[in-house]
């Protein structure tokens, strides 16, 4: 049957998004635009709409959500910086690569994530993970990966779980300054332990929320009341809210508070960061880009750091569903039982207050030979399903 008009039209745009990609420089993008009878604003369309206010051969790209007034989690900006076009195409086809393997769920698919290179190279990578059933990347899956180079790794033994670190003694709040909650100290549910994260803030009322991992609560919801506890050093134990929203895909659950105390936006280390913002997709892939390190604090192994291995993930290996939008990082040893909903952070470039930006959660962590690393959902991720910031 003949294309559409529309099909047609359609067919001609991804024809010169794929030019733009390979390296046409804006001059011969307008005009291609021209002379092919669009207008400007089909750039939109095309997802390039910035490439035209960069230079030749860079891309301006939304790097992080910032707070212009750190006092004011409304104040919500997006900051950009300019980077290699050509590295920017390879990370976006990367991206779209990762999101064809998801969809595709080949047998013996247990996940993937993005691995972007240095900025000077102009080149991205997707890694993907096998079960050690035989199984490997069939020929029809190599033939949609377009110039991305697929790096497959074979995952063994995911149903057995192995034993963390030895026991140690969960770090509890202290001080409560301002009736404020910081970050990083342990917290209990009616059924286990974990680690309270940042405040977690929603525009739809101009809500905040306590937040920890989802899976702290088991499969119980519907038998309790979501009561999450505060343990105290030296002091007894209070209540600091009920779940407001659960949230299994993504792991996180969001606690309204019931009383006095608040959550904090700052990270309960030496010299207690304070949290500016987030990091977007694209952050991520920057800070891969320079071989940038996360942080963490959590309540059992405390502070740690490490590179980040991967972005935009998706895994496949404890669930009957996949999570998408995962970040890989550090190694197995920085995150144990009771570590659970921390958050991952880094440094925020641009600040002279040793203000922080928020990464992702931290949930679960390797546990079968060959990988290490810990994961959990991206800030991005959650902004984008369901609204949330930093």
Known sequence: MPETETEQSVHRLASLRGRLEQGMDRRAFLRTLASGGYAVGMATWLGVDDFLAADDGEVPIVTALV?????????IQERTRAVPAEWYAAVREA?????????LGFTGYLGSAVVPGSLESGTATVSVGLSSDGHSIPEIVEEVTGSIDLNSETIVDVDEIQNGPEHRDPH????????????????ETPSSMATLGPALYHPDGERRFFVTAEHAFLDDHKATDGTLLLPREDSDTIEVGTVAHYHPVEDIAAIEPTGDLEPASRIDEPS??????QFTRFGLATLVAQGAELEKVGALTGHTTGKIQGIDAVTCFTDEFCRRGQIRW????????????????????ESDDDDVLIAGFNNARTWWPGQSYVWGV???????????HF
Do not use: F, K
């Open 330 to 349: 550090g190694g197995e040893m920085d995150l144990t039982d009771g570590d659970s909903g921390s958050v991952s952070y880094h440094r925020d470039p």
């Open 95 to 103: 991206v779209e690569v990762n999101e064809r393997l998801a969809r």
């Open 272 to 277: 207690r960061p304070r949290v500016r913002g």
């Open 67 to 75: 707070r212009d007034d750190p006092a004011d989690p409304w104040s």
């Open 378 to 388: 991206g800030a991005y991720r959650l902004t984008e399903q369901h609204g949330y």
């Open 172 to 187: 509890l709040a202290d001080a409560l300054a301002n009736e404020r909650i910081a970050s990083g100290v342990a917290c």
